[in-house]
């Protein structure tokens, strides 16, 4: 609803519905990342807070600059020569990345299968796909508990069937991880996909067909290339935060090589090491940078197709 | 004109629901189960239910987490229907590539990051940690996730109405509030929801944000869990899937028929 | 339309001009969609702007409606510049292509939404109301849901919703594009008598040149942003001034050739042709005739009398509309002229068949010379 009157000039309502979440945004989202980001650069100290320099705006300009001389970057040094770190990252870039192709490959086929499915049933089953989602994701990493425990109901179920003899630790593994990632994640991959599969015409296919085209290559080079925006946001929706992850490793995971979610943790909870925590993060927004940027790109072209 | 669904698309499909709910359906049987074991089953009973009646901690955890999820969506709905109109309707304003950046970028960013730089900023203004924090960190978090799906239906919205209304004499701000919100209000409505039931569910970031004497369930529960599986566990969640489950069903039909009633008015209108 | 006499003005009375496009023009961005035009529309008539898609005939309504700001020139309504009044204080209201009526009101509701702005009491809000609905024939209707009706009684909603703030001008934004053949002709004859009835300015949009020359006391002939003619149906149709407007409108042949020295005589590949000129076309000029179907006589053998120019031919083609068949003849210059006879014959007896030898003949007047 833009203002009346001449373009340019905006009443009060159209001003104040950009500001507000601006300005609230601005204070809870961009200025605590300024703030990860000066603490970074500090030292722990066995203090309250655990770090300095603090800023002490009071003492003026000479306050600031015995504040600037005072950053270090031990931080950093720490992350880049200590191997734990590195191993963390990495972890967990592989997890992602392999969590998300199995999402893929299982996503793809449920969200296909949706859309061929009579349009008066599509809405019912997009719901019953989205309503795990909206229980909660802690009950739900823990229902998998309940089944991969020791004495958990898959073992029970193997022993049953004479398929092992003794029960198989599948907790406290990372095979435990990717169970519990792909299934907290499908409906993050499934939607997506869905939505762009759905909007497809079919008329494309009969075209396909019509100019000779068998039917499963006509899938791939008509409804794979078409569905690929779809692809690459579930891809994105579920690559990123996977990276993060923290809940799920650290309920079905085992002690090796921890996630960097949980180094993260580690470090501020348990080491109380405030600085290496930040820089930690820092660098974990520096990875994914890129990867969210492409994201946003796909949010913005998105929204320019519909209009 | 629609080919059916293939045997191998139905088999996806109900593999996957299968895949879904399995977990759940055995959470919530077991919470019936009056064996402590999950191998053993005890019969039915509703022991697990009375013990949770009187376990106090975890009734108070509940409480301030539904408190605290109530608030938090209904800023978090109020902030992002604003962020949407902003960004479907406000054109390009200053700062826009910076404002759609933050609006968009937790809903793909791990939540320790989020978590740790809003702690980070209370401390940094001494703020004292608690209620009120985890209601901020909530709001944050989940006002991206209203804005995506109020600015879909702005999008798709027909502004001929709107261009009527005004034709009619009504004035702009007078449309928005009379023609156009009524009609995004089940949009409004599924995102409040979407955005309780973030709430209510998040571990990670009241972890960070909390302090002393508030916790929530989902803390709660993660603290219990660790220790191992506990049956009342099995009942807390059973209660929490009953309760999101009705409620997005409830709106879902709402939602539902007001689209249906949509639909026929413009299926006639070509007619 | 040209009206007959009886209670409604006569073209003769001067009506005093009500809308006024002064240079107005409009640019999206790099695509010109209205060039700087001038353009009056006078009080109490039904105006039409005809064009192709994308002529610009819609950004013109939706200018004077106010959705669309000019980049120049300025509007005028009873004299008065309109562009700092925005959509909602402008005395015009609009009927839209998709009806736009509010999915969330009764039919009631759609109608009397305009008398809320207005704050009328609730007295006259449901007078006025019960008013329109008989105007539009859709008395009883009024608690029912929008999703209920029929198109066409949308139609009449949306008609009801416009007119009951007694504008100045009623804009209508190609009205029966969701209307069926038969559907479109009643509605027509409706909103004329509708229109006579109330004295209020009518301005419609419509790519379709029936329904212009049906119900408009004059068209502006619109192409690619600018105004190409603008008159009552009757000369748009009988005299065009570009062979653009005369191909646009209804069927035509058109015959090139070169003016003759002392006008009214025309060469072209037929022969000499004899033609009534005006004095714009200058001797020795290359210009077209225009000639309609129904202006010629298909005969068998070669017509003798008076001035009458002839040409012979044979039927080549013979397309049936059932009132009417139109016939292409083949001119012995391999050109085709179409002419239109009526249907007279009992039971669609044909008078020629294809490949008969026929003669064409016309009177000079019968054809307009086109410079353009």
């Given at each position: 609803?833009?203002?009346?009157?001449?373009?340019?000039?905006?009443?009060?309502?159209?001003?104040a519905?950009?500001?507000?979440p601006?300005?609230?945004?601005?204070?809870?989202?961009?200025?605590?990342?300024?703030?990860?980001?000066?603490?970074?650069?500090?030292?722990?100290?066995?203090?309250?807070?655990?770090?300095?320099p603090v800023?002490?705006?009071?003492?003026?300009?000479a306050?600031?600059?015995?504040?600037?001389a005072?950053?270090?970057?031990?931080?950093?040094?720490?992350?880049?020569?200590?191997?734990?770190?590195l191993?963390?990252?990495?972890k967990?870039?592989?997890?992602?990345?392999?969590?998300?192709?199995?999402?893929?490959?299982?996503?793809?086929p449920i969200?296909y299968g949706?859309?061929?499915?009579?349009?008066?049933?599509?809405?019912?089953?997009?719901?019953?796909?989205?309503?795990?989602?909206?229980t909660?994701?802690?009950?739900?990493?823990?229902?998998?508990i309940?089944?991969?425990?020791?004495?958990?109901?898959?073992?029970?179920?193997?022993?049953?069937?004479?398929i092992?003899?003794?029960?198989?630790?599948?907790?406290?593994?990372?095979?435990?991880?990717?169970?519990?990632?792909i299934?907290?994640?499908?409906?993050?991959?499934?939607?997506?996909?869905?939505?762009?599969?759905?909007k497809?015409?079919?008329?494309?296919?009969?075209?396909?067909a019509?100019?000779?085209?068998p039917?499963?290559?006509?899938?791939?080079?008509?409804?794979?290339?078409?569905?690929l925006?779809?692809?690459?946001?579930g891809?994105?929706?579920?690559?990123?935060?996977?990276?993060?992850?923290?809940?799920?490793?650290?309920l079905?995971?085992?002690?090796e090589?921890?996630?960097?979610?949980?180094?993260?943790?580690?470090?501020?909870?348990?080491?109380?090491?405030?600085?290496?925590?930040?820089?930690?993060?820092?660098?974990?927004?520096?990875?994914l940078?890129?990867?969210?940027?492409?994201?946003?790109?796909?949010?913005?072209?998105?929204?320019?197709?519909?209009? | 004109?629609?080919?059916?669904?293939?045997?191998?698309?139905?088999?996806?499909?109900?593999?996957?629901?299968?895949f879904l709910?399995?977990?759940?359906?055995?959470?919530?049987?077991?919470?019936?189960?009056?064996?402590?074991?999950?191998?053993?089953w005890?019969?039915?009973?509703?022991?697990?239910?009375?013990?949770?009646?009187?376990?106090?901690?975890?009734?108070?955890?509940?409480?301030?987490?539904?408190?605290?999820?109530?608030?938090?969506?209904?800023?978090?709905?109020?902030?992002g229907?604003?962020?949407?109109?902003?960004?479907?309707?406000?054109?390009?304003?200053?700062?826009?590539?910076?404002?759609?950046?933050?609006?968009?970028?937790?809903?793909?960013m791990?939540?320790?990051?989020?978590?740790?730089?809003?702690?980070?900023?209370?401390?940094?203004?001494?703020?004292?940690r608690?209620?009120?924090?985890?209601?901020?960190?909530h709001?944050?978090?989940t006002?991206?996730?209203?804005?995506?799906?109020?600015?879909a239906?702005?999008?798709?919205?027909?502004r001929?109405?709107?261009?009527?209304?005004?034709?009619?004499?009504?004035?702009?701000?007078?449309?928005?509030?009379?023609?156009?919100?009524?009609?995004?209000?089940?949009?409004?409505?599924?995102?409040?929801?979407?955005?309780?039931?973030?709430?209510?569910?998040?571990l990670?970031?009241?972890?960070?944000?909390?302090?002393?004497?508030?916790?929530?369930?989902?803390?709660?529960?993660?603290?219990?869990?660790?220790?191992?599986v506990k049956?009342?566990i099995?009942?807390v969640?059973?209660?929490?899937?009953a309760?999101?489950?009705?409620?997005?069903?409830?709106?879902s039909?709402?939602?539902?028929?007001?689209a249906?009633?949509?639909e026929?008015?413009?299926?006639?209108?070509?007619v | 339309?040209?009206?007959?006499?009886?209670?409604?003005?006569?073209?003769?009375?001067?009506?005093?001009?009500?809308?006024r496009?002064?240079?107005?023009?409009?640019?999206?961005?790099?695509?010109?969609?209205?060039?700087?035009?001038?353009?009056?529309?006078?009080?109490?008539?039904?105006?039409?702007?005809l064009?192709?898609?994308?002529?610009?005939?819609?950004?013109?309504?939706?200018m004077?409606a106010?959705?669309?700001?000019?980049?120049?020139?300025r509007?005028?309504?009873?004299?008065?510049?309109?562009?700092?009044?925005?959509?909602?204080?402008r005395?015009?209201?609009?009927?839209?292509?998709?009806y736009?009526?509010?999915?969330?009101?009764?039919?009631?509701?759609?109608?009397?939404?305009?008398?809320?702005?207005?704050?009328a009491?609730?007295?006259?809000?449901?007078e006025?109301?019960?008013e329109?609905?008989?105007?539009?024939?859709?008395?009883?209707?009024?608690?029912?849901?929008?999703?209920?009706?029929?198109?066409?009684?949308?139609?009449?909603?949306a008609?009801?919703?416009a007119?009951?703030?007694?504008?100045?001008?009623?804009?209508l934004?190609e009205?029966?594009?969701?209307?069926?053949k038969?559907?479109?002709?009643?509605?027509?004859?409706e909103?004329?008598?509708?229109?006579?009835?109330?004295?209020?300015?009518?301005?419609?949009?419509?790519?379709?040149?029936?329904?212009?020359?049906?119900?408009?006391?004059?068209?502006?002939?619109?192409?690619?942003?600018?105004?190409?003619?603008?008159a009552?149906p009757?000369?748009?149709?009988?005299?065009?001034?570009?062979?653009?407007?005369?191909?646009?409108?209804?069927?035509?042949?058109?015959?090139?050739?070169?003016?003759?020295?002392?006008?009214?005589?025309?060469?072209?590949?037929?022969?000499?042709?004899?033609?009534?000129?005006?004095?714009?076309?200058?001797?020795?000029?290359?210009?077209?005739?225009?000639?309609?179907?129904?202006?010629?006589?298909?005969?068998?053998?070669?017509p003798?009398?008076g001035?009458l120019?002839?040409?012979?031919?044979?039927?080549?083609?013979?397309?049936?509309?059932?009132?009417?068949?139109?016939?292409?003849?083949?001119l012995?210059?391999?050109?085709?002229?179409?002419?239109?006879?009526?249907?007279?014959?009992?039971?669609?007896?044909?008078?020629?068949?294809?490949?008969?030898?026929?003669?064409?003949?016309?009177?000079?007047?019968?054809?307009?010379?086109?410079?353009?």
């Open positions: 609803m833009r203002a009346s009157g001449k373009s340019g000039r905006r009443s009060w309502g159209a001003r519905v950009v500001r507000i601006y300005v609230w945004l601005a204070i809870f989202f961009l200025v605590p990342f300024l703030i990860v980001l000066k603490i970074s650069l500090s030292q722990t100290v066995i203090a309250q807070p655990p770090y300095v800023l002490d705006l009071a003492a003026g300009w306050g600031l600059k015995d504040f600037a005072r950053l270090s970057f031990d931080g950093y040094e720490l992350l880049v020569f200590d191997p734990l770190y191993f963390s990252y990495l967990s870039l592989e997890v992602a990345a392999i969590s998300t192709a199995i999402l893929l490959a299982i996503g793809y969200a949706i859309a061929r499915c009579p349009p008066r049933l599509q809405p019912v089953l997009v719901m019953l796909v989205i309503l795990p989602f909206w909660s994701f802690l009950i739900r990493v823990y229902a998998w309940n089944i991969l425990q020791r004495d958990g109901l898959l073992n029970d179920l193997l022993i049953g069937l004479h092992v003899d003794a029960p198989v630790a599948w907790l406290s593994s990372d095979t435990a991880i990717y169970i519990g990632v299934y907290s994640y499908l409906p993050f991959m499934v939607l997506p996909l869905y939505a762009t599969l759905e497809m015409d079919e008329t494309l296919l009969e075209a396909a019509d100019l000779g085209c039917r499963w290559k006509a899938f791939w080079l008509v409804t794979v290339s078409l569905s925006p779809g692809v690459a946001a891809a994105l929706l579920c690559f990123i935060p996977v990276v993060g992850e923290f809940v799920i490793p650290d079905l995971g085992g002690s090589t921890m996630m960097i979610g949980q180094t993260l943790w580690m470090e501020f909870f348990s080491n109380r090491d405030w600085p290496v925590a930040s820089a930690i993060a820092v660098a974990l927004l520096c990875l940078l890129v990867p969210m940027l492409f994201y946003e790109r796909l949010q913005q072209r998105a929204l320019e197709g519909e209009h | 004109m629609r080919r059916g669904p293939s045997l191998f698309n139905v088999v996806s499909v109900a593999l996957g629901l299968a709910y399995l977990p759940i359906a055995i959470l919530v049987i077991y919470s019936f189960n009056a064996s402590r074991l999950v191998t053993v005890g019969g039915w009973s509703l022991t697990w239910y009375r013990a949770l009646l009187s376990d106090r901690a975890m009734m108070e955890a509940a409480w301030a987490s539904l408190r605290i999820a109530a608030l938090s969506a209904s800023a978090a709905t109020v902030l229907t604003c962020a949407a109109i902003a960004l479907t309707r406000g054109g390009r304003f200053r700062g826009r590539l910076l404002f759609s950046g933050m609006v968009y970028a937790p809903l793909v791990p939540e320790v990051i989020t978590g740790l730089s809003l702690l980070l900023l209370f401390v940094a203004f001494n703020v004292d608690g209620f009120w924090t985890i209601a901020i960190a709001t944050t978090l006002l991206c996730f209203v804005t995506v799906i109020v600015q239906r702005l999008v798709s919205f027909d001929s109405l709107e261009e009527a209304a005004m034709d009619l004499g009504c004035p702009p701000l007078k449309t928005f509030l009379t023609i156009t919100l009524p009609l995004i209000a089940p949009a409004i409505a599924a995102g409040w929801m979407l955005a309780f039931s973030l709430s209510l569910d998040d990670v970031i009241a972890s960070f944000t909390t302090g002393p004497g508030a916790t929530t369930l989902p803390i709660r529960i993660y603290s219990e869990v660790r220790l191992g049956p009342e099995n009942a969640c059973t209660i929490m899937i309760l999101v489950a009705i409620g997005t069903i409830a709106a039909l709402m939602a539902k028929r007001g249906m009633r949509r026929r008015a413009a299926l006639g209108a070509q | 339309m040209v009206e007959g006499g009886g209670a409604t003005q006569g073209q003769a009375e001067a009506r005093r001009t009500l809308v496009f002064e240079a107005v023009a409009k640019h999206f961005g790099q695509v010109i969609a209205v060039e700087a035009l001038t353009l009056d529309i006078e009080q109490g008539e039904f105006f039409a702007l064009g192709p898609s994308g002529c610009g005939k819609t950004t013109l309504l939706r004077l106010g959705f669309e700001t000019p980049s120049e020139g509007i005028l309504l009873d004299g008065e510049d309109i562009l700092a009044m925005p959509a909602h204080r005395p015009v209201n609009m009927m839209f292509q998709s736009a009526l509010f999915p969330h009101l009764t039919v009631e509701g759609n109608i009397a939404f305009g008398l809320r702005q207005e704050k009491g609730k007295a006259e809000r449901a006025r109301v019960a329109m609905l008989a105007l539009v024939r859709l008395q009883g209707y009024g608690k029912r849901r929008i999703d209920q009706l029929s198109g066409g009684q949308r139609q009449r909603v008609l009801a919703r007119l009951i703030k007694r504008p100045r001008v009623l804009l934004d009205p029966m594009a969701a209307l069926d038969k559907l479109r002709a009643e509605t027509q004859f909103l004329m008598e509708l229109q006579r009835k109330l004295g209020t300015t009518f301005v419609i949009v419509t790519h379709d040149q029936e329904e212009a020359m049906i119900v408009a006391d004059r068209i502006a002939v619109m192409d690619h942003g600018r105004l190409v003619q603008v009552p009757a000369e748009i149709y009988e005299r065009p001034n570009l062979r653009w407007v005369a191909d646009f409108i209804g069927e035509v042949t058109m015959i090139e050739g070169r003016l003759g020295p002392s006008g009214g005589v025309l060469d072209t590949g037929l022969g000499r042709l004899r033609v009534a000129t005006d004095s714009s076309a200058k001797p020795g000029q290359t210009v077209w005739l225009a000639l309609r179907p129904e202006k010629l006589r298909l005969s068998a053998g070669r003798t009398a001035d120019n002839t040409v012979a031919g044979t039927v080549f083609e013979i397309g049936y509309r059932g009132e009417l068949s139109i016939y292409k003849v083949r012995a210059d391999r050109s085709l002229m179409k002419v239109a006879l009526a249907n007279t014959g009992a039971r669609g007896q044909a008078s020629f068949d294809v490949d008969d030898l026929v003669w064409l003949s016309w009177p000079p007047e019968s054809g307009v010379v086109l410079t353009g």
